[in-house]
């Protein structure tokens, strides 16, 4: 989560120094150039943190697709020791009873 943060914060800070740099552009420019550098610059500063956003996503979707099936092997292993634990108590209340009479 922080490597996101932080890639999201440079690409602010990209976006700024683009948006920077076209506004100085202005100048010397006429406004619709410098109005499409400007909006060619947003559109590529969002299609980029678009494109991280979906890798970011499909990293956090495979970890938890990890972290299940952990899960899922973890409770099928208690499970197999719980029910063999049951068997022998079974067992054992069995033999005691045979043993009794």
């Known amino acids: 989560m922080l490597r996101k943060r932080n890639w999201i914060a440079a690409c602010a800070a990209a976006l700024a ?14 406004l619709a150039d410098g109005a499409r550098k400007a909006g060619r610059a947003v559109g590529t500063a969002a299609r980029e943190v678009w494109q991280e956003g979906k890798k970011v996503g499909k990293e956090i979707g495979h970890g938890a697709a990890k972290v299940g099936k952990e899960i899922g092997h973890g409770a099928a292993k208690a499970g197999k020791a719980v029910g063999g634990a049951a068997k022998e108590g079974a067992r054992e209340l069995k033999r005691a009873i045979k043993g009794e009479k």
Request: cysteine-free; overall charge negative.
């Open 17 to 30: 120094l683009n948006i920077a740099g076209v506004s100085s552009a202005l100048a010397d420019e006429s």
